[in-house]
């Protein structure tokens, strides 16, 4: 049980308790509820069983045994804008107040305005400015406090709650599903690696460890007293993003995922690596094609292209070609959130 | 079970059943049976008990026990040239071959004179240089099989035995002990993180997840019939030695040790950064004393200066200052390596 967070060894516990006391039904019992019975779900559940069936051709040792998650609209909601963009643009009239002098110059001049349309339109660039003015000079443990008081207190404006609320029920439980097959489950995100710490452990059950994202550098000082610290730095170390995932993940992990998870053209090339392994492999992405439940975007299904999660033609393309499973949110998921219902 | 090595797995299997089957004698076993009583001994088993112990003031919950260890001259032997280096001189030969140019151009005319006493001679900067040299442009699975073979082949002159047989008894003992109660164990080594990764799970019992090491960076690309790979690029992303130990332990791992062990003044930040935490914390150095079944170096004792785990009188004197136990290899260990006796 060693190295488990404690709620998921007492589900280990419960476990253990069950089969101990032959209770047969445990084997009937279907680890992904939210899930509607489909090639989705059918891919998952086979894939599981053939590697970690012993005697199986595919099957694979525990310690070989990595799966990998992007975030943003693969575990969570990332419409209209990523959750580290909004808390970045939440602390800008904090940078302002300490530094007046930005107020008059952009990209901060339009966060100030309150302009939802023009902060909308903000390019990629402007975002990664006001990244490295907001987050550059804090300690690590200043940065772990701001972040983490934040998500105690921002709220998703459609939904009324703490954006931590709006991960998928049914990528929960796939998470789930394979750790309790022997799987190390990893985060490889386009966004912020210390950020995306902050929350991991508790929302998704997955270890700092466990958790590769767009890192920058910190420097290692000392304060008045002697005491070492480490301070965030404007230094971008890691680009996780496109190939900067697999260059990620061999940084991080040393070891070639089995089973990759992704909803956008950021994550192409984590699943190609992932698929060009030996050996049986599951790479799956999410189509946001629920704007009922969740929202409907991207040029594939004809929807509105928009700034997060592209999943182009090209890529839907490459999927059909290489053996990637389309995962559709209105179709194979029963239940969208935890709290529906 | 999960996640942990087969041969971890029968131990913890073992282990189990000598518990259900109620053999009190299991406490009384000495978890590190190569150490000499002393201050050494005790303070690594005080520390163990202190942090493990439910209802201690310094408990740690499992997740959170993490342990460092420098590699090179704390977990085997680096006198009188890192095994690394050796490799890397080992290639040169194959790579004037593949460009004869090289021949004619220092550092590598020095190295194919053959002449000891100019190699031992060559400074940082020039290693660097064969370095980038001799393992920029593979794939990281290329380098992976060329590592491998070269461990099966090369022998250290004096022992005879190939490199990874000198590792040391007592601290694979501590290793053990360690991650019998719980801890995840990591090197955190100036040597290369590709390199170390090759045999660290085998020799250490280490994953390559939980080595972090000086790292270059990956390229991703495609071969010509499509499959993707990444190529080990001449870029330094980390360099893990001094300040970029506890830089590199917040980028891969993301928490800060609870104990951890070196041998020189590359490793003073990683040990002040583990001191600096709240609670029990364990920091230790290793002094090479030895002569006779190992090397004696290192200023502080007035024995000669080398080239590498320089143990400077400052450290020494920082040592001492902050609490952090000298672990002198002559008086603190029964035996040195597995193959004695």
């Given at each position: 049980?060693?190295?488990?967070?404690?709620?998921?060894?007492?589900?280990?516990?419960?476990?253990?308790?069950?089969?101990?006391?032959?209770?047969?039904?445990?084997?009937?019992?279907?680890?992904?509820?939210?899930?509607?019975?489909?090639?989705?779900?059918?891919?998952?559940?086979?894939?599981?069983?053939?590697?970690?069936?012993?005697?199986?051709?595919?099957?694979?040792?525990?310690?070989?045994?990595?799966?990998?998650?992007?975030?943003?609209?693969?575990?969570?909601?990332?419409?209209?804008?990523?959750?580290?963009?909004?808390?970045?643009?939440?602390?800008?009239?904090?940078?302002?107040?300490?530094?007046?002098?930005?107020?008059?110059?952009?990209?901060?001049?339009?966060?100030?305005?309150?302009?939802?349309?023009?902060?909308?339109?903000?390019?990629?660039?402007?975002?990664?400015?006001?990244?490295?003015?907001?987050?550059?000079?804090?300690?690590?443990?200043?940065?772990?406090?701001?972040?983490?008081?934040?998500?105690?207190?921002?709220?998703?404006?459609?939904?009324?709650?703490?954006?931590?609320?709006?991960?998928?029920?049914?990528?929960?439980?796939?998470?789930?599903?394979?750790?309790?097959?022997?799987?190390?489950?990893?985060?490889?995100?386009?966004?912020?690696?210390?950020?995306?710490?902050?929350?991991?452990?508790?929302?998704?059950?997955?270890?700092?460890?466990?958790?590769?994202?767009?890192?920058?550098?910190?420097?290692?000082?000392?304060?008045?007293?002697?005491?070492?610290?480490?301070?965030?730095?404007?230094?971008?170390?890691?680009?996780?993003?496109?190939?900067?995932?697999?260059?990620?993940?061999?940084?991080?992990?040393?070891?070639?995922?089995?089973?990759?998870?992704?909803?956008?053209?950021?994550?192409?090339?984590?699943?190609?690596?992932?698929?060009?392994?030996?050996?049986?492999?599951?790479?799956?992405?999410?189509?946001?094609?629920?704007?009922?439940?969740?929202?409907?975007?991207?040029?594939?299904?004809?929807?509105?292209?928009?700034?997060?999660?592209?999943?182009?033609?090209?890529?839907?393309?490459?999927?059909?070609?290489?053996?990637?499973?389309?995962?559709?949110?209105?179709?194979?998921?029963?239940?969208?959130f935890s709290f529906e219902q």
């Amino acid at each position: 049980m060693k190295r488990i967070p404690p709620f998921r060894s007492v589900r280990g516990l419960v476990l253990a308790a069950l089969l101990a006391f032959g209770v047969q039904a445990l084997a009937q019992t279907d680890p992904l509820p939210s899930w509607n019975d489909g090639p989705a779900k059918k891919a998952i559940v086979e894939f599981v069983q053939t590697t970690t069936t012993e005697g199986n051709p595919n099957f694979v040792p525990p310690e070989e045994r990595v799966a990998t998650f992007d975030q943003d609209g693969t575990l969570w909601v990332e419409h209209p804008m990523y959750s580290q963009v909004i808390y970045c643009l939440d602390r800008v009239p904090a940078v302002v107040k300490a530094k007046p002098e930005l107020a008059k110059v952009e990209p901060f001049k339009t966060v100030m305005s309150g302009n939802r349309q023009a902060i909308a339109n903000l390019s990629e660039r402007d975002l990664f400015k006001i990244l490295a003015v907001t987050l550059a000079g804090m300690s690590v443990e200043q940065f772990q406090e701001e972040v983490k008081h934040w998500l105690e207190t921002a709220k998703d404006p459609r939904w009324k709650r703490p954006y931590t609320d709006l991960t998928y029920q049914p990528m929960q439980e796939v998470l789930a599903y394979l750790r309790d097959n022997g799987y190390k489950t990893y985060v490889v995100t386009g966004g912020g690696q210390d950020f995306v710490r902050v929350y991991a452990e508790q929302v998704y059950g997955i270890p700092p460890e466990q958790v590769v994202g767009t890192a920058g550098g910190t420097k290692y000082g000392y304060r008045k007293d002697g005491k070492p610290f480490l301070t965030k730095e404007p230094k971008l170390l890691l680009n996780d993003n496109n190939a900067g995932k697999p260059e990620g993940i061999h940084l991080m992990i040393g070891r070639r995922p089995l089973a990759a998870f992704g909803n956008s053209t950021g994550d192409r090339q984590m699943l190609e690596y992932t698929k060009a392994g030996d050996g049986a492999r599951l790479a799956m992405l999410v189509l946001h094609d629920d704007a009922k439940r969740e929202y409907a975007y991207g040029p594939a299904q004809g929807l509105p292209n928009t700034k997060v999660g592209a999943f182009t033609q090209a890529l839907y393309d490459e999927a059909v070609k290489q053996g990637w499973i389309v995962i559709s949110m209105k179709n194979d998921w029963k239940q969208v959130f935890s709290f529906e219902q």
